[in-house]
């Protein structure tokens, strides 16, 4: 269809407040029952619906979403894209997720500006150097881009960080991950809503799942705000809040809900074409296409649902950048918030079944998530679809924690925990 825009169907657009903008995905009332639900609208859900329906064939879909899609963790996150983990089980798992990033924007025909500007992991001691040297070889071994980044490589390749010798944790070297980089956030969550609803996905907002219905051990529905929704296949991917809704099927998650803070800058003009992350001092940074400066913190040492977190924390983080990059005293704060971050005792997520037949859950990526949300999406759908784990998701099953087979990446997680 063309359209014809002016300076009048502008001003005509502006004064009748958008009523006959067309909708980008339909809002539907829910059905009684599914074949599959999907209970929260953040990008891991979004993505889960989008590949049950396009590589499984499922048409008969809901995402049940309590408030807005993307405005959980999705639309609060640094959006910081990499796969540099440590152990092969996570490498591989981040890995198939970046592969998908590099397609992301083709296959949903939506920008989510996806850019590969690299992201360093700075090391402050001869321990963190040996860290890095192990994973960068770790991740050579697992075909993953990884190098090791002298001081006088870094001093040349991101002007302004601090690289003296004299600093409070003076930087030694790095590692870098090139096709790391930086995505859109809502972006994300609307291309993969699109895409999802233009396969018949149907995403009902304002939906906020309060129950289950279980017979003899077998998932039949949900119970909602918005009324009984019958399923043999729920799937449950709501990040923070994951204990709460295990707690409604009866049984226990070794999570913790922690916040999670960031913050951005007045926008300036270009002066950081990376992302840098130092594990040492608890802050990390980058630049957004809008020119503010996105800072973040390690997490908020106490547990709770508040999306905020403590001012000491933003102080830290803070003076964290100002000792990497001293000419950013100068800069102006402009906002700040907290998301709530579902954190697992290997620093590492939860996917697959539960005690419950047909009931899957998908939690526990901690403050990392964001640049898994292709991957987890993708083997969800597969482990719903077939009732049996992806080889690529099997490692991280819940039974992991009774079993011992951990997967730790507490290194590798790049925030302090
Ligand atoms: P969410 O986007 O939180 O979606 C879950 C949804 O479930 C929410 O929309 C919520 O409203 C809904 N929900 C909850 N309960 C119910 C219910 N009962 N019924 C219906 N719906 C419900 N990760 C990275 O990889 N890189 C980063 O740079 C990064 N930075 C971060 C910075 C911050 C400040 C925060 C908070 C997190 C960061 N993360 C990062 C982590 C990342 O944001 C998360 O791991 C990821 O977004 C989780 O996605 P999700 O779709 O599972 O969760
Ligand atoms: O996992 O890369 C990450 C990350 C950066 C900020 C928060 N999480």
Redesign the pocket.
Known sequence: MSRRYSAFSLFANALNYNRKWPRVWRNPEPKASYDAII?????????TAYYLAKEHGYRNIAV???????????????????SNYLWTEASLLYEKSMKLWEGLSADLNYNVMFSQRGVYNLGHSLQDMRDIERRVAANQLNGIDAQVVSRQQLTKAIPGLNTAATARYPILGASLQPRAG?AR?DAV?WGYARAADALGVDIIQQ????GFDMQAGQIRGVR?SRGDIAANKVAV?????AS??AGYAGFRLPLESH????FVSEPLKPVLDTVVMSNAVHG?ISQSDKGELVV??GIDSYIGYGQRGSFQTIEHALQAIIELFPAFSRVRMLRM??????VSPDACPIIGPTPVKGLYF??G?????????PG?GWVLAHTMAHDQAHELNAPFKLERFASGALIDEHGAAA?AH
Do not use: M
Not at 39 to 47: C, I, N, P, Q
Not at 207 to 210: K, M
Not at 237 to 241: C, I
Not at 259 to 262: C, I, Y
């Open positions: 209970v929260g609208g953040g990008g891991h859900g979004l993505a049940l979403e309590k408030g807005w899609i993307g405005g959980g963790n999705t639309g609060r996150n640094t959006t910081i894209v990499r930086v956030h969550a939906c906020e799942v309060t909602t991917v709501v990040a923070g809040h709460v809704l916040p999670l803070q960031a990390y973040g913190a918030w907290g998301g709530i971050v579902d998908n939690c990526w901690g403050t990392g998530g964001f640049k898994a949300t987890s925030v």
